[in-house]
């Protein structure tokens, strides 16, 4: 379906249309009409479907409708919530390409980075605010804003939201939000904690739920390397080296082990950069933008990543360590396979992993395809297989299958001794007939 068919106006699908957006995802397909005719809207979709534009578009559309006079000054009549950094900074973008033929302002604010320039685009006046919780509150204590006049509320990737811990900040930021309001939350599942979010923030909303986090995970091939953990890095190296890759995303459980990883692949001769709460904005972002340039292989980060990172094409996703939640492990896998394309997703799992690999499974409904990678082969197993092929094993196979044979020869004759007892007795009643 047509972006046009979605009852959004000319300005609007020219735009996306210049993007190279041709059709609309079943997302957009949903949401868009609920919208634009100002339902309250729950959605849950997966990562990479295209919910900014699910929200974005029409929004716009509504906000550019009511005139405001030039010399008026703007106020926030929009405000999208979302939990990092990253994807502060990419749905900003992204509201700001598809009202590129408005006069709608817009602005991100996000922490980690300068407190002042963000000040004066709030100062200058502006229609659409995206921000993180944490940074929002501060502007609001320093009186650069207020949200008096919000008339569309979005919580975007919400179960993140509450993963971080933001619930105090909503409820705070929430009483400060007209109640007669729009509200739009999306989430990637409804958890019982988006379900009580959504009791707090929305009044009879309009459920959307579009495939579910196993079914669109089967469209990444993913492959599951049984290895020792003091073997992981010289296997990721390896298999990165071995098999030409050129771009691979590569997630840890901390930022310690990100770190030790991509110093490990840089002094291996892969180019690194490393992603993790403790970098500077500046780092990250740079960080990013090398990564999406192709002018670094690698890049190792940790689940801040694994949400708001949005690279086209992306080959190739490793978890060198699974994550504490099983629902992380989609939301890391969900940056490759995006859009149509294909992608691979590989997990490098040691003994002290496998309840998580079991949950995670759990969670997908269906087994993953575990393999070992030559060479690299956990202990455990080596010595498995090694005891198969010693003098002592033999031995014990041929007891073993001796002992088979004679059950079943002793088997034999009892059936056999059965057989001619019932034979005779059937032969008896017929001469005593």
């Not at 940056?335 to 995670?360: F, N, P, Q, W, Y």
Request: hydrophobic share 40%.
């Amino acid at each position: 379906m047509s972006f046009e068919k979605l009852g959004l106006v000319p300005e609007l699908f020219t735009a996306v249309d210049e993007l190279g957006y041709t059709k609309a995802t079943p997302v957009q397909k949903r949401v868009i009409p609920l919208v634009l005719e100002g339902k309250d809207v729950m959605a849950t979709a997966q990562t990479g479907t295209g919910k900014t534009a699910a929200y974005a578009l029409p929004i716009l559309q509504l906000l550019n409708k009511k005139e405001i006079k030039e010399k008026t000054k703007r106020v926030v009549r929009a405000l999208v919530l979302v939990p990092t950094r990253e994807l502060a900074a990419q749905v900003g973008k992204s509201i700001e390409k598809y009202g590129k033929n408005f006069a709608l302002k817009s602005c991100a604010v996000y922490g980690g980075v300068k407190f002042t320039p963000q000040t004066k685009k709030l100062e200058r006046g502006i229609d659409i605010l995206v921000a993180t919780p944490g940074r929002l509150l501060e502007h609001i204590k320093q009186d650069n804003l207020n949200l008096s006049k919000v008339e569309i509320v979005v919580y975007d990737e919400s179960d993140r939201i509450l993963d971080m811990g933001f619930l105090e900040e909503i409820v705070t930021i929430s009483k400060m939000i007209p109640k007669k309001r729009q509200t739009l939350l999306f989430s990637v599942e409804q958890s019982k904690a988006v379900k009580r979010f959504s009791e707090l923030t929305l009044i009879k909303p309009i459920k959307v739920v579009i495939n579910n986090q196993g079914d669109l995970a089967k469209k990444v091939r993913q492959t599951i390397y049984i290895c020792d953990q003091d073997r992981k890095s010289a296997l990721l190296s390896f298999m990165i080296g071995s098999r030409n890759w050129h771009q691979v995303l590569v997630f840890t459980k901390t930022r310690k082990s990100a770190d030790e990883v991509g110093a490990y692949l840089e002094e291996s001769g892969l180019k690194t950069l490393i992603l993790h709460g403790d970098k500077a904005h500046s780092k990250r972002t740079k960080a990013l933008r090398d990564f999406k340039a192709g002018t670094i292989r690698v890049l190792v980060a940790t689940d801040i990543a694994s949400r708001g990172l949005d690279i086209e094409e992306l080959p190739h996703v490793i978890n060198y360590e699974l994550p504490g939640d099983a629902e992380d492990y989609i939301h890391r896998i969900g940056r490759t396979g995006r859009a149509g394309s294909e992608g691979e997703a590989i997990s490098l799992v040691c003994k002290e992993e496998k309840s998580v690999l079991k949950d995670i499974e759990k969670l997908l409904k269906y087994a993953l395809k575990v393999e070992f990678f030559e060479g690299f082969e956990p202990k455990e197993w080596i010595k498995k297989e090694a005891n198969k092929h010693t003098i002592k094993a033999k031995i014990e196979r041929s007891q073993e299958k001796r002992s088979k044979t004679a059950n079943n020869v002793v088997g034999m004759r009892r059936k056999k001794a059965n057989d001619r007892n019932a034979q005779k007795k059937a032969t008896i009643k017929k001469r005593k007939k």
